[in-house]
Structure formats: structure tokens, C-alpha cells
């Protein structure tokens, strides 16, 4: 065996060792001191080691020191263990490392069979090249509202690329109280301007009001602004919450608005039973942004931008100079005339091996197991006297706080993750909801089990003694 095969199979064997090993070991811990300075104080070598030296500083310094997301009693941010399917081609990708820009070869013919499943997953309209994996959910964002911000241009009669946007009325964009730092970034990048991301309040249920969003739109209108976006939740980072994707979608419709969905975390929710209701409106959206990286399980990073008319990605990214032009393209043209990524990694394989591995039917039973264990962390929570649910569950995000005292709640629930996270047995993260300081414990992994939760509350108990 050759150098690689031989290191191969040890890599391989260290991978499969760390997984299965995971649920034995602290959930999370600090890194050690002597690790913290090998990992980020190393001296460049000069000259190069053997393979295998490599993989036992794999062993000795990296794999024992995770973020955590492997664990079942992880419930941080929304951060998924890797699916096995996904581990296994990760270095078949890395074998072939293609750019899947473009081009005739397996990448990016298998990225138009990922795409249209993701939007057959979850009934989102598939046009031919409807769609492209990103790096995730903010990349994605990014594609859907360039495309938004030119189809709004070119509708009255100029180019923002090519124009620019100063001495035209400001472009508005409007995003719930409750939707993710990403929509604001990528409308600041855009030069849509923070100042005009309007902020829609929500209801009691932590949802888009879409009532004060049609006030917001006509007020802008009045005002000689152009408002041009609506980005809605599918599944909010706080609650997981689901806006009213129906009737934003008739404002939108109303106002001639280009509605943008984000379902990065959530979109998938739509397959648990008796969930198709709350997501009514999606399939209506112009864009979803929908994350493989996250309730999926394929190793980071991707995500996926989709879209019901790819031309305006196109019409807002393609740029063809000379040393790209490809004759024999077909009438999509390349993947990179859709975002600002050239090169783009072969994201595609992860995904579909994650896909071809679960089915349709092991998606929806990851989907209904990790609901099923928000709900019944939520349920536990209400039977608690020391426990309080801060929102109703709709994905798989259950929103809660620990009320053990009558006073000083708000610094004690956001000094209770880190507390239960340095403790090693549980790892959940915190937030603010509704002006009040919460714990969100996020559901993604198939092996978590209901003894869990118990434990993740007992914990959480033991945790806010010391506080
Ligand atoms: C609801 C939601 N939208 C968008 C994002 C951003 O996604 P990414 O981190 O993949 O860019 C996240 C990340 O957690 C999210 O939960």
C-alpha cells in the first residue's frame, strides 16, 4: 500500500473511532492550556512529515477537542451531528477536487439532482436550475436578495450593477423582530442600508404581524421609498417559530415584493405529521433558503439557495469573461453565473450520499424523532414549578427558562448555559425572547433520547446552584 492508502485507513478509522466514541465523552469541555497553544501558536515547518505523523496529532490535539454538535446532548445554536453519508464521501470529494463552477463532469451534474430534491422535499416549485449550494444560509441570502435588489432595479428601468444604487429612492426590505442576523447582513452588503431593513414586530407567538407589515409597506410607499423584499421565517434561530407565510405572501403579491423565505434551520419542518398548515404560503415564496448543514446533518458547509425564477440570480451575478466562456454549456450556463462564488467545492456529493442514505422517509423520521423531543421537552418544562416555557413549539427548538427564584431571572438564565456547558454532561445556548433572557435547547440529533431531556434539566438545576 502506498502512503495515503495506508494513512487512509487509519484516518478512516479514526473517524469512525471519534463518532462512535462521542456519547462517551464530555459533550463539550475547554480546551486544555497545552492544546490551546499547539493549536493556535504553531510554528510554520519548515520541512514536510510523513502522512501518518499528521493523523497523530489528529488524534492527540484536534479530535479531543470538539465544539460539541457530535453529542445527542448537544442542543446549542443549530448545529447538527455530521450524517454518516456524509462522512463517508467527504474525502471522495477531496480525492476529485473539482471546482463546481461549471463544467462537464460529475459535480455539477449531481448539484442539479441535489437541488431539485431539496425543493421535492419540501415542495418548493423546480424550475430546471432553480437553485445552487452555497456555503450556507448566509450565502444563500445573499444570492436571493441581489437577485430581489436587480429584478426591483430592472423593473423600473435601471441596472443596479450597473448603476449602482445612489440618487435612485431608497430600497426597503422588511424582516421580523425575529429573523436572523443574516437577512441584516446581506441587506447591508447589498447597500440596501441597516436603515432600511424595517423591523416587523411579532405576535404573542413570536411571529411575523403581518398586519403591521402591510402598515410598514404602505407607509414606505407613501414616503417615496421603494420597498422591494420581504424576508419571512420558516423555523426562527430564537423559537423556531413559522411566520405567516400565506399572508406575507399576499402582501408581497400586493406590493409587488420579491418574498424571501428563510428556512435555513426550519424549512425541513414541513415534513413532520400534521406540520403542511403552518408552512402553507411557502411554495409561494420567489426564494427559500434551506440548509443541508443543519437539520440534515451534512457536514458543514452547506446550504441552498432556491429559487422559483433562477434567471434573476442570474441576471443579478453572470459574469462571463473570456477565460470562462464554456461553448458547450447548456442554455443554464454555469453555476457561478448564479452567485459570487467562482470556485465553488463540491458540495454536492455530501449531500446527495446524506439524501441517497436517509430517503425521503429517514428525513421525515429525523424531522417527527426531533420534534417530537421539542414537544416533549416543552411539556416537561410546564410540569416543572421551576420551569417556564417561553414559547410554543413548531420545529424542534424549545424555548424555555429556569425560574427557581422570584428575582434577578434574567441574569441567571443568560449565565446558566455557559455554567451547564463547562459541566460537560449537556451543552445548550442562550438568547433573548420576548425582552427576557431564555435558554433555547435545539433538537437535531437521531440519538437523542427522552432520558435526556430529563438529565438536560437536572443539569440545568444543578448548574444554577453555583449562580
Ligand atoms: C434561521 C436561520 N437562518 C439563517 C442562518 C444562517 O445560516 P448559516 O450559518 O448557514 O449561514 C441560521 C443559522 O443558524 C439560522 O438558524
Same mark, same amino acid.
Given at each position: 500500500?502506498?502512503?495515503?492508502?495506508?494513512?487512509?485507513?487509519?484516518?478512516?478509522?479514526?473517524?469512525?473511532?471519534?463518532?462512535?466514541?462521542?456519547? #462517551?465523552?464530555?459533550?463539550?469541555?475547554?480546551?486544555?492550556? /497545552?492544546?490551546?497553544?499547539?493549536?493556535?501558536?504553531?510554528?510554520?515547518?519548515?520541512?514536510?512529515?510523513?502522512?501518518?505523523?499528521?493523523?497523530?496529532?489528529?488524534?492527540?490535539?484536534?479530535?479531543?477537542?470538539?465544539?460539541?454538535?457530535?453529542? &445527542?446532548?448537544?442542543?446549542?445554536?443549530?448545529?447538527?451531528?455530521?450524517?454518516?453519508?456524509?462522512?463517508?464521501?467527504?474525502?471522495?470529494?477531496?480525492?476529485?477536487?473539482?471546482?463546481?463552477?461549471?463544467? =462537464?463532469?460529475?459535480?455539477?451534474?449531481?448539484?442539479?439532482?441535489?437541488?431539485?430534491?431539496?425543493?421535492?422535499?419540501?415542495?418548493?416549485?423546480?424550475?430546471?436550475?432553480?437553485?445552487?449550494?452555497?456555503?450556507?444560509?448566509?450565502?444563500?441570502?445573499?444570492?436571493?436578495?441581489?437577485?430581489?435588489?436587480?429584478?426591483?432595479?430592472?423593473?423600473?428601468?435601471? #441596472?443596479?450593477?450597473?448603476?449602482?444604487? *445612489? !440618487?435612485?429612492?431608497?430600497?426597503?426590505?422588511?424582516? *421580523?423582530?425575529?429573523?436572523?442576523?443574516?437577512?441584516?447582513?446581506?441587506?447591508?452588503?447589498?447597500?440596501? !442600508?441597516?436603515?432600511?431593513?424595517?423591523?416587523?414586530?411579532?405576535?404573542?407567538?413570536?411571529?411575523?404581524?403581518?398586519?403591521?407589515?402591510?402598515?410598514?409597506?404602505?407607509? #414606505?410607499?407613501?414616503?417615496?421609498?421603494?420597498?422591494?423584499?420581504?424576508?419571512?421565517?420558516?423555523?426562527?434561530?430564537? *423559537?423556531?417559530?413559522?411566520?405567516?407565510?400565506?399572508?406575507?405572501?399576499?402582501?408581497?403579491?400586493?406590493?409587488?415584493?420579491?418574498?424571501?423565505?428563510?428556512?435555513?434551520?426550519?424549512?425541513?419542518?414541513?415534513? /413532520?405529521?400534521?406540520?403542511? &398548515?403552518?408552512?402553507?404560503?411557502?411554495?409561494?415564496?420567489?426564494?427559500?433558503?434551506?440548509?443541508?448543514?443543519?437539520?440534515? !446533518?451534512?457536514?458543514?458547509?452547506?446550504?441552498?439557495?432556491?429559487?422559483?425564477?433562477?434567471?434573476?440570480?442570474?441576471?443579478?451575478?453572470? %459574469?462571463?469573461?473570456?477565460?470562462?466562456?464554456?461553448?458547450?454549456? #447548456?442554455?443554464?450556463?454555469?453555476?457561478?453565473?448564479?452567485?459570487?462564488?467562482?470556485?465553488?467545492?463540491?458540495?454536492?456529493?455530501?449531500?446527495?450520499?446524506?439524501? *441517497?442514505? %436517509?430517503?425521503?422517509?429517514?428525513?421525515?423520521?429525523?424531522?417527527?424523532?426531533?420534534?417530537?423531543?421539542?414537544?416533549? %421537552? /416543552?411539556?416537561?418544562?410546564?410540569?416543572?414549578?421551576?420551569?417556564? @416555557?417561553?414559547?410554543?413549539?413548531?420545529?424542534?427548538?424549545?424555548?424555555?427558562?429556569?425560574?427557581?427564584?422570584?428575582?434577578?431571572? =434574567?441574569?441567571?438564565?443568560?449565565?446558566?448555559?455557559?455554567?451547564?456547558?463547562?459541566?460537560?454532561?449537556?451543552?445548550?445556548?442562550?438568547?433573548? @425572547?420576548?425582552?427576557?433572557?431564555?435558554?433555547?435547547?435545539?433538537?437535531?440529533?437521531?440519538?437523542?433520547?427522552? =432520558?435526556?431531556?430529563?438529565?438536560?434539566?437536572?443539569?440545568?438545576?444543578?448548574?444554577?446552584?453555583?449562580?
Amino acid at each position: 500500500m502506498d502512503e495515503l492508502s495506508t494513512a487512509g485507513a487509519r484516518a478512516a478509522a479514526l473517524a469512525a473511532g471519534h463518532l462512535a466514541g462521542v456519547a #462517551d465523552r464530555p459533550v463539550w469541555r475547554p480546551v486544555p492550556d /497545552a492544546d490551546r497553544a499547539w493549536l493556535s501558536g504553531q510554528e510554520l515547518p519548515e520541512t514536510g512529515r510523513p502522512l501518518e505523523d499528521l493523523l497523530e496529532d489528529a488524534a492527540a490535539r484536534i479530535l479531543p477537542n470538539p465544539m460539541g454538535n457530535g453529542h &445527542p446532548r448537544f442542543f446549542g445554536w443549530v448545529n447538527s451531528p455530521p450524517s454518516p453519508a456524509g462522512v463517508l464521501v467527504e474525502p471522495l470529494a477531496a480525492a476529485l477536487n473539482p471546482s463546481c463552477a461549471g463544467g =462537464d463532469h460529475a459535480g455539477p451534474l449531481l448539484e442539479r439532482t441535489v437541488v431539485r430534491w431539496l425543493a421535492e422535499l419540501v415542495g418548493f416549485p423546480h424550475p430546471p436550475g432553480g437553485g445552487l449550494l452555497t456555503s450556507g444560509a448566509s450565502m444563500a441570502t445573499i444570492v436571493c436578495l441581489a437577485a430581489a435588489r436587480q429584478r426591483a432595479a430592472r423593473a423600473d428601468g435601471w #441596472d443596479a450593477r450597473e448603476d449602482g444604487l *445612489s !440618487g435612485r429612492p431608497p430600497m426597503v426590505a422588511y424582516v *421580523s423582530a425575529e429573523g436572523h442576523s443574516c437577512l441584516h447582513k446581506a441587506a447591508q452588503l447589498l447597500g440596501v !442600508g441597516a436603515r432600511n431593513v424595517r423591523v416587523v414586530p411579532v405576535d404573542a407567538r413570536h411571529r411575523m404581524d403581518v398586519a403591521a407589515l402591510r402598515a410598514m409597506v404602505a407607509e #414606505d410607499r407613501a414616503a417615496g421609498l421603494r420597498p422591494f423584499c420581504v424576508a419571512a421565517s420558516a423555523g426562527t434561530v430564537n *423559537s423556531g417559530a413559522v411566520d405567516p407565510l400565506d399572508a406575507v405572501a399576499d402582501v408581497a403579491a400586493e406590493h409587488g415584493l420579491w418574498f424571501h423565505v428563510d428556512g435555513a434551520y426550519g424549512a425541513l419542518g414541513v415534513l /413532520a405529521a400534521g406540520a403542511a &398548515p403552518r408552512y402553507a404560503g411557502m411554495e409561494r415564496a420567489d426564494s427559500l433558503a434551506l440548509d443541508p448543514h443543519k437539520w440534515l !446533518g451534512v457536514p458543514v458547509g452547506c446550504g441552498c439557495a432556491l429559487l422559483r425564477d433562477p434567471a434573476a440570480a442570474r441576471a443579478a451575478f453572470s %459574469l462571463v469573461p473570456a477565460y470562462l466562456v464554456d461553448d458547450h454549456a #447548456d442554455d443554464l450556463g454555469w453555476f457561478s453565473e448564479y452567485g459570487p462564488e467562482q470556485t465553488r467545492p463540491f458540495r454536492a456529493l455530501k449531500t446527495w450520499a446524506t439524501l *441517497s442514505h %436517509l430517503g425521503r422517509q429517514g428525513v421525515t423520521r429525523l424531522v417527527e424523532h426531533t420534534s417530537g423531543l421539542a414537544r416533549t %421537552l /416543552a411539556a416537561m418544562v410546564e410540569q416543572a414549578p421551576d420551569f417556564e @416555557l417561553l414559547a410554543p413549539v413548531e420545529t424542534s427548538i424549545t424555548a424555555f427558562r429556569h425560574t427557581p427564584r422570584e428575582d434577578g431571572l =434574567d441574569a441567571l438564565n443568560r449565565a446558566l448555559p455557559v455554567a451547564l456547558q463547562r459541566r460537560g454532561n449537556a451543552f445548550l445556548t442562550g438568547t433573548r @425572547l420576548g425582552g427576557r433572557d431564555a435558554l433555547r435547547a435545539c433538537f437535531l440529533h437521531p440519538g437523542t433520547t427522552e =432520558d435526556d431531556l430529563t438529565l438536560l434539566l437536572d443539569e440545568l438545576r444543578l448548574a444554577a446552584k453555583d449562580l
